[in-house]
């Protein structure tokens, strides 16, 4: 059994699925509309970037081009040596195993933090907020990608699948906190059927997945999504 470091929120369709969420993240964004709109708000040339939840590392090459330091934290043990492997060759990215509520870094260490997907769901994520607090820089920013309930199939999809979810309160939480938004229209396009099958069934309870296979024809999918973020 892989080793998951005490305190952290169960991600099951990576967990569960590693290859096939590799399908998913190779499909999401082919217009690179997410790193954009990140760039565009704090750059990370010659920056030291942290990822939280890297998962199996999926997007730490794609940061350590320009980056001067990447660090990913991941809290499964299995996935963070996935990623590690991935990057074994890049001398300026390393993974790590902890907790977005408690991330192994010194104080004032990161330029830019990124989460995508991962933990910084709304309501409960104070502690993870107040590691961005400690660990990010002055002048720094932390970015969240997160999917948007409220707006097309995917959303309506995922509120079928995770009843408990409630759009109006996320959106809440992040006002009081102060943090800034963009919706982003992405999109997922998959080489199969079956690979797109595949991820919608790690994705929604299986009555929703087998409705959504129903409801998508083709190989494309529209992805919405919301980024948020604060500058330090």
């Excluded at 990623?83 to 902890?98: D, I, P």
């Excluded at 993870?128 to 409220?150: C, I, K, N, Q, Y």
């Excluded at 059927?193 to 997945?209: G, K, N, Y």
């Excluded at 959504?212 to 604060?230: C, F, K, S």
């Amino acid at each position: 059994m892989a080793r998951i470091v005490s305190g952290a929120i169960p991600s099951p369709n990576i967990w569960n699925s590693p290859q096939v969420y590799e399908l998913e993240n190779r499909a999401v964004d082919p217009d690179g509309a997410v790193d954009c709109a990140m760039r565009a708000i704090r750059p990370w040339d010659g920056a030291t970037v942290l990822d939280i939840g890297c998962g199996t590392g999926f997007h730490l090459p794609s940061l350590a081009v320009t980056a001067g330091r990447v660090v990913g934290i991941e809290p499964h043990a299995d996935l963070a040596a996935m990623a590690a492997a991935r990057c074994a060759a890049l001398g300026n990215v390393a993974v790590r195993t902890g907790t977005a509520q408690s991330l192994p870094l010194p104080d004032a260490s990161v330029d830019v933090a990124v989460a995508r997907w991962a933990y910084f769901f709304g309501p409960g994520c104070e502690p993870g907020l107040r590691e961005l607090t400690r660990v990010v820089r002055r002048g720094g920013a932390a970015f969240v990608v997160d999917l948007d309930g409220s707006r097309g199939a995917f959303g309506r999809w995922f509120l079928r699948s995770v009843p408990s979810y409630s759009p109006e309160a996320v959106e809440r939480f992040w006002v009081r906190q102060g943090w800034q938004r963009r919706e982003l229209d992405l999109r997922m396009v998959f080489g199969s059927r079956a690979d797109l099958e595949a991820v919608l069934r790690i994705e929604f309870t299986p009555e929703v997945a087998e409705a959504a296979i129903t409801e998508t024809p083709g190989l494309e999918l529209a992805y919405p999504n919301v980024l948020r973020w604060r500058y330090f």
